[in-house]
C-alpha cells in the first residue's frame, strides 16, 4: 500500500507538529503492518510550508516549493520515532539528500525494506519544484509497484458530488472510475496526480483521517471512503 497523508493533519489544524496526532497515525500505520501489510508512505508539509501559497505573497516559486520539502521531511521524521516508538522498524527516504537525517530515494532500495517488513517514509516530495505531493504519491506508487494508493485527506471523508463544505447537496460517492470523475469535473487530486493514476490504472482510495482506526481500515483494505478505479 501507498499512503499518502496530509500535512496539515499532522498539525492538528495549526502550524508545527502536533505529537498526539502524530503518535495516533503511527499507532494505526503499526497496526496494519503487524498483520503483513507492506506499507510506503507520502508525507505533505502544509502544516509547515506550502510552496503554492507562499509564491502567492511574493516569494519565488521554486523557492517556496524547497521549503516545502523541507517541511515534509520534518513531518517524516516525527512519523519514524512515533513508528519506532510502536515497534516498527522504519525507514527515510528524501528526495533531495541529506545523509544525517534520512537514506536518498532509491526505488529498489525502498522494495527490499518493504520486503523486509519495513515501513518506509518518502521525504521532500520530488526534490523538485512544482510538483506536488499528491503527485508524488502517484509517482512512487508505480515505483515501488503499490496495489493501490491511499489518499487520507483532512476535513473530508471521500469525494464528493461538489464541495461538502459549500454546498449542502453534495452527496459522498462509495464509488466511481477515472471517467466518471473527468466527465463530471470532480476534484479527486491534482491533475498531475490523476493523469498518472489513471494512465496506469492503479486504484486510489480517498478516506478522511479524523477517525479512530481509519486509518488502519484502510490500509488492510476495509470498505472505506471513495474508490476510484481505471
Known sequence: MLLKLSG?????????????????????????????????????????????????????????????????????????????????????????????????????????HLEKGRVVIFGAGAGLPYFSTDTVAAQRALEVKADVVLMGKNGVDGVYTADPHKDPTATKLDRLTYDDALRQGLKVVDATAFSLLMDNRLPMVVFGMEGEGDVTRALVGERIGTLVTG
Open 8 to 112: 496539515e493533519a499532522f498539525g492538528g489544524g495549526s502550524v508545527g507538529v502536533d505529537p498526539d496526532v502524530v503518535a495516533r497515525a503511527a499507532r494505526e500505520i503499526a497496526a496494519a503492518a503487524d498483520l503483513g501489510v507492506q506499507i510506503a508512505i507520502v508525507v505533505g508539509g502544509g502544516n509547515f510550508f506550502r510552496g503554492a501559497e507562499l509564491s502567492q505573497r511574493g516569494m519565488e516559486r521554486a523557492r517556496a516549493d524547497y521549503m516545502g520539502m523541507l517541511g515534509t521531511v520534518m513531518n517524516c521524521l516525527a512519523l519514524q520515532d512515533f513508528l519506532e516508538q510502536a515497534g516498527r522498524d522504519t525507514r527515510v527516504q528524501t528526495a533531495i539528500t541529506m545523509g544525517q537525517v534520512a537514506e536518498p530515494y532509491i526505488p529498489r532500495k525502498a522494495i527490499r
